[in-house]
C-alpha cells in the first residue's frame, strides 16, 4: 500500500489498519515525516487535550535474577553496585513525590524475589491509604496470585513493556523467557482489572521497520491503556555495550504513528529520548506524546539503577524535576495533569 492510502486508512479506522499499512508510514521520507508528527500532534491534542500528565517513578530495588542482552540490572553484570530500598523509605519517597503535586507513583525494580507479595502489598496499601496518588507497579513477571494481591492492596496500573514483537528476537534478547509467557502475563493484569502499559525498543539489533509496525498493532490488539516508545540505548557493561543504538527520528516515527493508530492511549515522551537529545522530551511531546515520567528515587540511589548509561534528570530532586517540567510545558503551551491521569477508555 503507498504511504498516503495507509495514512487516509489509519485515520478513518485505525483498528482495520493491518502491518503492511503501518510498515508504510514508518518508511516515510522526512518530508512526510514531518506531516506525520504535526497529524500526531493535533491527534493527541483533540484526543487528549493539553495536559501533560507526570508519574513519578521509584526505582526501588536494582537487583534482578534476569539478564537480558540490553540491561545493565542484568544479573551477569558484576560492575553494577546493587541495592534494595527500606519499605518506610519506599514511602517515603512517595510522600516527597505526592508533596510536589505528583498525582502517580510509579514503583520500579528488576525481577526481585526478595520483596515478597506481601511486602509489597503493604507498601501499595500505605501510599494509597495516606496519600492522594495512583499506584502502578512495574516488578517484571509476577505469579497471578501476586498480581491479585496487589491488585487487592490498591495498585491501580502496572507496565510490562513487551520489548519487541519478534519472538525470536525476544527469545535472543531475553535468555530464558518467551514473548509468550510476557504476553500471556499481560492478558493476565487486563482479566485482574488493572490499567496496563505495554511498549517497546526502537533500534534493537535486528529489528526492521516491520517489525516495529507489529509492535504497533500488537499494542493495539493488547488494547493496552499505555506505552512506553523509547530507543534503544547500549550499556557498556552488558553484551550489547558495541551495538548502534536507536535514533531520534526512528524513535519519534514510531511515536507518531503510534499516536494516529491509537488516539487516546497515554504515551510517554519517555527518559531515553530525552538522555539520546537534549531537546528529546520536548520533540516527543510535539509528536503525540502526553505523559512525563520523572525520576524521584533518592539521589543517592539513583546511579544504581544503570539500565542504561547518563539517564536524562538523573540528579534533580523531585521539587527540581518537577519545576523544570512545567517550565517545559509552559514554554510549549501545555500544563501539567491535576488529576490522576487514568486512561480515558479504562475510565468509561
Ligand atoms: S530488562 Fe528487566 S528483567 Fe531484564 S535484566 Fe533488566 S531489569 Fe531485569
Redo the contacts with the bound molecule.
Sequence with gaps: MSYENALKKIIKDGKSATVGDVTALLGADAKKRSLLYELADSVRSDFMGDEVHVRGIIEFSSF?????L??????GNRVLQRYRMEPGEIIAAARDAAGVGIKTIVLQS??DVYYTADVLARIVSEIKSSLDVAVTLSL?LRPRGDLEVFRKAGADRYLLKHETADPVLFAWL?PGTTLKERLNCIYTLKELGYQVGSGNMVGLPGQTIVTLARDIVLLRDLKVEMAGIGPFVPNPDTPLGNSVGGDVEATLTVLAVARLLLPRLHLPATTSLGTIHKQGRRMALKCGANVIMPNVTPLQYRRNYA?YPGKAGRELEPGANVREIQYLLEDMGRRMGEGYGHSPDYMA
Excluded at 64 to 68: A, D, F, L, P
Excluded at 70 to 75: D, E, K, S, T
Design positions: 534482578c535474577s534476569e539478564n537480558c540490553y540491561c545493565g540490572l542484568r544479573a528488576g525481577q517484571g531475553r539500565i
